[in-house]
């Protein structure tokens, strides 16, 4: 496996003198050449150390790059990683290396709706973001083949194999599920990212999920559930409630000594509590001018 080794090459400022230097004497010698042939003294040598000079100051140019901020260039030397530069600024290498351009910057991209069953067998559609950036150039070059479409690929696996992990939605307390629980799932998500994509040189710095809902042909029988959960839960809460109220209404009856209420009339009452608390419309008061035991 390679591993990254940086090598910045020369400073471009550097050779630049040299290079104009060799092309300027480059000139001067064709001048003296085209003087010698009009005085009718033709000294060969001069035009060839000319051509000889040009030829070189051409190929030392072909050495000067360019490097941006966060931008790196991987160097080889026939077919041979030699290192990476990354040090912004002209650079001057040997003009036999071939370089590649990969950038460091920070990417992202949002992976497509996938359709996928969740850890309950239900079919949901899920879609998640992935921010990402190259670590290592050499891993990221020579260890796969296209490093921006495998990462795309393997996200998406990741993403399958997450939402299977997880119920849609929680029924029961303390169950991890893809809608209650979106940060837990993200770290989930991240975590398994990585592993996919260490081989390849890249770390993924954060994953979300962007998308998620039930599928077309579920999402109205879900809704339904969802529903009829929130009913029951809300029901559940009016009766706890109702009887919290009930028995305090009994216990400061029979603190303050206002009546007193055999088992039958407590029943009674509670029942008549129960029915005006959990009712779904307001209570029709009925005064009784008598005694309550006629």
Known sequence: MLREQERDGMPGLLMLPVVVVVTAVAVALFVMFVRSANSGDLSPALMIGAVVLVTVAVFLSLG?????????????????????????????????????????????????????????G??????AVVVWRVVDTAEATFEVDD?????????????????????????????????????????????????RLAKAGVEVIETRISHLAYAPEIAAAMLQRQQAGAIIA?????????????????EMLSHKGIV???EERKAAMVSNLL????????AQPIVNTGTIYQ
């Open 64 to 120: 000067f790059f360019m490097v941006a901020p966060n931008q790196a260039r991987v160097m080889q030397l026939f077919g041979d990683y030699v290192g990476t530069a990354k040090e912004p600024g002209l650079r001057w290498a040997n003009p036999f290396y071939q370089m590649r351009r990969i950038s460091l910057r920070v990417r992202n991209f949002e992976s497509s709706h996938l359709k996928v069953n969740d850890h309950d």
């Open 122 to 127: 239900n079919p949901i559609e899920i879609a």
């Open 147 to 195: 490093y921006e479409h495998y990462i795309r690929v393997q996200s998406e696996a990741a993403l399958r194999n997450a939402a299977t992990s997880y119920p849609y939605d929680a029924h029961q307390d303390g169950v991890v599920s893809l809608r209650a629980n979106t940060a837990v799932v993200a770290e989930h998500l991240q975590k398994e990212v990585q592993q």
């Open 234 to 250: 809300a029901r559940s809460r009016i009766v706890e409630g109702a009887v919290g109220m009930v028995e305090m209404a009994l």
């Open 260 to 262: 007193k209420l055999d």
């Open 275 to 282: 029915v005006v608390l959990c009712g779904e419309r307001g």
